[in-house]
Protein backbone atom coordinates (compact mmCIF):
# COMPACT_ATOMS: atom_id res chain seq x y z
CA UNK A 1 0.00 0.00 0.00
CA UNK A 2 1.47 3.79 -0.61
CA UNK A 3 1.68 5.89 1.89
CA UNK A 4 -0.91 8.06 0.07
CA UNK A 5 -2.97 5.36 1.89
CA UNK A 6 -1.60 5.43 5.21
CA UNK A 7 -5.05 6.43 6.84
CA UNK A 8 -7.08 4.24 4.80
CA UNK A 9 -9.63 1.71 6.30
CA UNK A 10 -8.40 3.59 9.80
CA UNK A 11 -11.04 4.25 12.50
CA UNK A 12 -13.16 7.36 12.11
CA UNK A 13 -11.58 9.30 14.74
CA UNK A 14 -7.85 9.12 13.35
CA UNK A 15 -9.24 9.86 10.16
CA UNK A 16 -10.62 13.07 11.40
CA UNK A 17 -7.60 13.45 13.30
CA UNK A 18 -5.52 13.61 10.40
CA UNK A 19 -8.34 15.41 8.51
CA UNK A 20 -7.87 18.31 10.92
CA UNK A 21 -4.15 18.19 11.37
CA UNK A 22 -3.74 18.05 7.45
CA UNK A 23 -6.13 21.31 7.44
CA UNK A 24 -4.32 23.09 10.37
CA UNK A 25 -1.01 22.63 8.23
CA UNK A 26 -2.96 24.56 4.92
CA UNK A 27 -2.81 28.65 5.46
CA UNK A 28 -5.26 28.97 3.31
CA UNK A 29 -7.76 27.27 4.66
CA UNK A 30 -7.73 28.35 7.72
CA UNK A 31 -7.41 31.87 6.72
CA UNK A 32 -11.04 31.07 5.39
CA UNK A 33 -12.10 29.22 8.43
CA UNK A 34 -10.83 31.89 10.76
CA UNK A 35 -12.38 34.45 8.40
CA UNK A 36 -15.46 32.66 8.52
CA UNK A 37 -15.86 32.58 12.07
CA UNK A 38 -15.17 36.58 12.56
CA UNK A 39 -17.81 37.38 9.89
CA UNK A 40 -20.72 35.17 12.40
CA UNK A 41 -22.34 34.08 8.97
CA UNK A 42 -25.46 31.87 10.49
CA UNK A 43 -24.35 27.97 9.89
CA UNK A 44 -21.22 28.38 8.07
CA UNK A 45 -19.39 25.27 6.16
CA UNK A 46 -16.15 25.67 4.10
CA UNK A 47 -16.74 22.42 1.97
CA UNK A 48 -16.02 19.98 -1.04
CA UNK A 49 -13.42 20.49 -2.62
CA UNK A 50 -10.56 22.96 -1.02
CA UNK A 51 -11.15 20.14 1.75
CA UNK A 52 -10.44 16.87 0.28
CA UNK A 53 -8.00 17.97 -2.74
CA UNK A 54 -5.55 19.19 -0.15
CA UNK A 55 -5.88 16.06 1.87
CA UNK A 56 -5.10 14.24 -1.86
CA UNK A 57 -2.26 16.92 -2.39
CA UNK A 58 -0.48 16.29 1.29
CA UNK A 59 -0.79 12.90 0.88
CA UNK A 60 0.81 12.30 -2.45
CA UNK A 61 3.64 15.16 -1.82
CA UNK A 62 1.58 17.90 -4.38
CA UNK A 63 1.44 21.67 -3.75
CA UNK A 64 -1.48 22.14 -1.83
CA UNK A 65 -3.68 24.19 -4.02
CA UNK A 66 -3.09 21.89 -6.87
CA UNK A 67 -6.28 21.42 -8.37
CA UNK A 68 -8.21 23.73 -6.53
CA UNK A 69 -10.13 26.40 -8.54
CA UNK A 70 -12.40 27.88 -5.71
CA UNK A 71 -12.85 27.50 -2.37
CA UNK A 72 -16.28 26.59 -1.80
CA UNK A 73 -18.57 28.14 1.14
CA UNK A 74 -22.12 27.70 2.69
CA UNK A 75 -24.37 28.94 4.82
CA UNK A 76 -27.98 28.65 5.56
CA UNK A 77 -30.40 31.82 5.94
CA UNK A 78 -33.65 31.22 5.58
CA UNK A 79 -35.04 34.56 7.37
CA UNK A 80 -34.42 36.10 3.58
CA UNK A 81 -34.67 33.86 0.61
CA UNK A 82 -33.87 36.64 -1.94
CA UNK A 83 -31.36 37.03 -4.04
CA UNK A 84 -30.31 40.48 -2.87
CA UNK A 85 -29.12 39.16 0.42
CA UNK A 86 -27.47 36.18 -0.77
CA UNK A 87 -25.52 38.87 -3.83
CA UNK A 88 -24.66 40.98 -0.39
CA UNK A 89 -23.24 38.24 1.60
CA UNK A 90 -20.91 36.86 -1.71
CA UNK A 91 -19.56 40.84 -2.19
CA UNK A 92 -19.02 40.48 1.83
CA UNK A 93 -16.53 37.54 1.30
CA UNK A 94 -15.52 38.44 -2.08
CA UNK A 95 -13.83 41.58 -0.47
CA UNK A 96 -12.74 39.69 2.86
CA UNK A 97 -10.95 37.05 0.82
CA UNK A 98 -9.57 38.95 -2.22
CA UNK A 99 -5.80 38.18 -0.99
CA UNK A 100 -6.30 34.43 -1.41
CA UNK A 101 -4.71 32.89 -4.48
CA UNK A 102 -8.27 31.27 -5.35
CA UNK A 103 -11.76 32.56 -5.06
CA UNK A 104 -13.64 32.04 -2.34
CA UNK A 105 -17.51 31.25 -3.69
CA UNK A 106 -20.25 31.63 -0.95
CA UNK A 107 -23.85 30.16 -1.28
CA UNK A 108 -27.18 30.41 0.84
CA UNK A 109 -28.02 26.81 1.20
CA UNK A 110 -31.43 28.02 2.25
CA UNK A 111 -32.60 28.99 -1.83
CA UNK A 112 -30.65 25.74 -3.48
CA UNK A 113 -34.22 24.42 -3.78
CA UNK A 114 -35.28 27.73 -6.16
CA UNK A 115 -32.48 27.30 -8.77
CA UNK A 116 -31.55 23.34 -8.80
CA UNK A 117 -34.16 21.80 -10.28
CA UNK A 118 -33.84 24.87 -13.48
CA UNK A 119 -30.48 24.41 -13.73
CA UNK A 120 -29.72 20.67 -13.38
CA UNK A 121 -33.36 19.19 -14.08
CA UNK A 122 -34.07 17.39 -10.94
CA UNK A 123 -36.57 17.91 -8.47
CA UNK A 124 -34.98 19.43 -5.11
CA UNK A 125 -36.45 19.27 -1.48
CA UNK A 126 -35.72 22.32 0.67
CA UNK A 127 -32.54 21.93 2.94
CA UNK A 128 -32.97 22.86 6.55
CA UNK A 129 -29.20 23.11 7.43
CA UNK A 130 -25.97 24.08 5.22
CA UNK A 131 -24.47 20.43 6.55
CA UNK A 132 -27.75 18.79 4.63
CA UNK A 133 -26.75 19.74 1.58
CA UNK A 134 -22.89 17.43 1.71
CA UNK A 135 -25.28 14.36 1.56
CA UNK A 136 -26.55 15.44 -1.85
CA UNK A 137 -23.56 15.67 -3.32
CA UNK A 138 -22.47 13.35 -6.64
CA UNK A 139 -20.02 11.90 -4.99
CA UNK A 140 -20.10 10.38 -1.39
CA UNK A 141 -16.20 11.37 -1.34
CA UNK A 142 -16.41 14.90 -1.82
CA UNK A 143 -19.50 15.26 1.12
CA UNK A 144 -16.87 16.76 3.72
CA UNK A 145 -17.06 20.32 5.47
CA UNK A 146 -15.92 22.21 8.16
CA UNK A 147 -15.94 24.56 10.89
CA UNK A 148 -13.95 26.86 13.01
CA UNK A 149 -15.72 26.72 16.47
CA UNK A 150 -15.72 29.71 19.44
CA UNK A 151 -12.54 27.28 21.14
CA UNK A 152 -10.36 27.16 18.37
CA UNK A 153 -11.67 23.44 17.31
CA UNK A 154 -12.33 22.43 14.10
CA UNK A 155 -15.85 20.41 13.76
CA UNK A 156 -16.05 17.83 10.73
CA UNK A 157 -18.61 17.17 9.23
CA UNK A 158 -18.96 13.73 7.20
CA UNK A 159 -22.21 12.04 6.48
CA UNK A 160 -20.61 9.12 4.79
CA UNK A 161 -17.56 8.69 6.63
CA UNK A 162 -13.64 9.95 5.75
CA UNK A 163 -12.55 6.44 4.12
CA UNK A 164 -13.60 6.88 1.11
CA UNK A 165 -11.71 10.26 0.92
CA UNK A 166 -8.95 8.60 2.47
CA UNK A 167 -9.22 5.53 0.48
CA UNK A 168 -8.20 7.61 -2.99
CA UNK A 169 -12.02 6.28 -4.11
CA UNK A 170 -14.60 8.29 -5.52
CA UNK A 171 -17.67 6.79 -4.83
CA UNK A 172 -21.72 8.00 -6.75
CA UNK A 173 -24.09 9.06 -4.23
CA UNK A 174 -27.27 8.37 -6.14
CA UNK A 175 -29.88 9.95 -4.08
CA UNK A 176 -30.16 12.51 -7.30
CA UNK A 177 -29.56 11.92 -11.02
CA UNK A 178 -25.81 13.57 -10.42
CA UNK A 179 -24.97 11.03 -12.99
CA UNK A 180 -22.74 13.62 -15.01
CA UNK A 181 -21.58 15.44 -12.56
CA UNK A 182 -20.30 12.57 -10.63
CA UNK A 183 -18.31 11.13 -14.04
CA UNK A 184 -17.21 15.31 -15.24
CA UNK A 185 -15.80 15.50 -11.83
CA UNK A 186 -13.99 11.97 -11.21
CA UNK A 187 -12.53 11.97 -14.78
CA UNK A 188 -10.94 16.30 -13.86
CA UNK A 189 -10.09 14.79 -10.63
CA UNK A 190 -7.78 11.73 -12.39
CA UNK A 191 -6.04 14.24 -14.95
CA UNK A 192 -4.56 15.48 -11.15
CA UNK A 193 -4.60 12.78 -8.82
CA UNK A 194 -3.64 9.07 -11.07
CA UNK A 195 -3.99 7.42 -7.68
CA UNK A 196 -7.57 8.04 -7.34
CA UNK A 197 -10.29 4.92 -8.08
CA UNK A 198 -13.45 5.85 -10.32
CA UNK A 199 -16.26 4.22 -9.08
CA UNK A 200 -18.94 3.93 -11.67
CA UNK A 201 -22.25 5.19 -11.24
CA UNK A 202 -25.10 2.44 -10.88
CA UNK A 203 -27.02 1.11 -13.59
Not at 123 to 138: H, I, K, N, Q, V
Request: net charge negative.
Amino acid sequence: MGDHLKFAGADAATQRAALVQIMRSQPELMDVLEGLRALALPDPLLTSGAIYNTVWNHLTGRPALTGVNDIDVFYFDGSDLSWGAEDKMIRALEARFAHLPVPVQVRNQARVHLWFEQKFGSPFTPLTSSSEMLGRYASKTHAVGARLLADGEIEVFAPFGLDDMFSFRMVPNPVLNNRIAHNKKGERALTFWPELTLVPWPD
